[in-house]
């Protein structure tokens, strides 16, 4: 098992940056993928980011790609989402979430979660 705490959360304007921290603690991290979801207010969940147990897979939606960036540190056990150029849209709920030795894009496949931390963005 693992638990995952999520922080950095905030208020930001558009074209600000922010960076989201997400702390695991449990068994091995190295043994799973994570990855970065988002819910705003009345929508699903939607994929944002995913890295590889190592790190050395990365996948982004396509309305992220090119702005945030995800990496982690298996020594900290830590893995962070730096969003640059932030708009309006990417308010939402993040949440990170493990998957026990691979990554997907579809929530129901992540076995544990965070409770979320909240990105607002003002135009």
């Known amino acids: 098992q693992v638990q995952l705490v999520e922080s950095g959360g905030g208020l930001v304007q558009a074209g600000d940056s922010l960076r989201l921290s997400c702390a695991a603690s449990?068994?091995?991290?190295?043994?799973?993928?994570i990855a970065w979801f988002r819910q705003a207010t009345g929508s699903a969940r939607e994929f944002v980011a995913s890295t590889s147990r190592f790190g050395g897979m990365t996948y982004y939606a396509d309305s992220v790609r090119g702005r945030f960036t995800i990496s982690r540190d298996n020594a900290k056990n830590t893995v962070d989402l730096q969003m640059n150029s932030l708009k309006p849209e990417d308010t939402a709920v993040y949440y990170c979430?493990?998957?026990?030795?691979?990554?997907?894009?579809?929530?129901?496949?992540?076995?544990?979660w965070g409770q979320g931390t909240q990105v607002t963005v003002s135009s």
């Open positions: 449990g068994r091995t991290f190295s043994s799973f993928g």
């Open positions: 979430a493990a998957r026990y030795w691979a990554v997907s894009t579809q929530s129901n496949e992540y076995n544990y």
